[in-house]
């Protein structure tokens, strides 16, 4: 069966300071993987999307980055937190050909930015 | 452009009462419905989707909910609810291909549901 990990589960950072979130598959090939977000007070936001190993797309500008390794491996990234990137992060994963039809998430990520 | 507006942030009802979660959306090209719930300290799951063919959808633990193009409305409803449904519940469309045969989705804010004993 297929499991999606996302770690950690919760996270205090600075301003200013880097983050990385990672996200694995597992159980599957050659999926899409997403990173969403929800800001306090906000619905879901998708920030990035990949299609396959080193494809990134980014639906808005900010201040994170988005990385993929390997096939089963998503990576959010800052090099520099701001206060706005606080909120909820959810990892995503479809099946390349499914249509799009569901998306499984992961448990996601608290991120406070103080 | 799509957009989705769940009007009530906070939906507070007793046990085993009906329930109704609005969910409204703005697309100018055909859309696939879906409902996604979020229970305590776990991750998003599927609830039930709308993609083609009868406009009334049905997920597992009672919930259903019905596309209605010319109000373009999804709501969600249960007629008699359990303590256990008690999560957030959020409404999402899609209209937007992403390449390779998967679509993106797009969510509203989410309704808190409260079920009272």
């Known amino acids: 069966s297929q499991t999606i990990h996302q770690w950690p589960a919760t996270l205090v950072q600075p301003v200013g300071s880097p983050l990385s979130l990672e996200c694995t598959v597992e159980?599957?090939?050659?999926?899409?993987l997403y990173w969403y977000r929800q800001a306090a007070g906000r619905g879901l936001q998708l920030l990035f999307y990949?299609?396959?190993?080193?494809?990134i797309s980014s639906e808005v500008p900010q201040n994170l980055s988005a990385s993929r390794p390997q096939d089963r491996q998503f990576i959010l990234s800052s090099k520099k937190l701001l206060l706005s990137d606080s909120g909820f992060y959810l990892c995503?994963?479809?099946?390349?050909?499914?249509?799009?039809?569901?998306?499984?998430f992961g448990s996601g990520t608290q991120l406070s930015v103080l | 452009a799509q957009s989705v507006t769940q009007l009530d942030s906070q939906v507070p009802v007793f046990e085993e009462a009906p329930v109704e979660l609005r969910c409204n959306y703005s697309?100018?090209?055909?859309?696939?419905l879906f409902w996604y719930v979020q229970y305590p300290n776990q991750g998003l799951q599927l609830l039930l989707k709308?993609?083609?063919?009868?406009?009334l959808v049905e997920s597992i633990n009672g919930f259903e909910a019905e596309f209605n193009k010319s109000q373009t409305s999804f709501h969600l409803r249960k007629p008699s609810v359990h303590i256990s449904d008690t999560a957030e519940y959020f409404c999402?469309?899609?209209?937007?291909?992403?390449?390779?045969?998967?679509?993106?989705?797009?969510f509203g804010k989410g309704t808190k549901l409260s079920v009272i004993p």
């Open positions: 159980g599957t090939s050659n999926p899409n």
């Open positions: 999402a469309v899609s209209d937007r291909y992403s390449g390779a045969g998967s679509y993106q989705l797009t």
């Open positions: 709308y993609l083609s063919g009868s406009t």
């Open positions: 697309s100018s090209v055909s859309v696939y």
């Open positions: 990949s299609v396959g190993i080193g494809q």
């Open positions: 995503a994963w479809s099946v390349i050909g499914g249509a799009g039809e569901k998306l499984f």
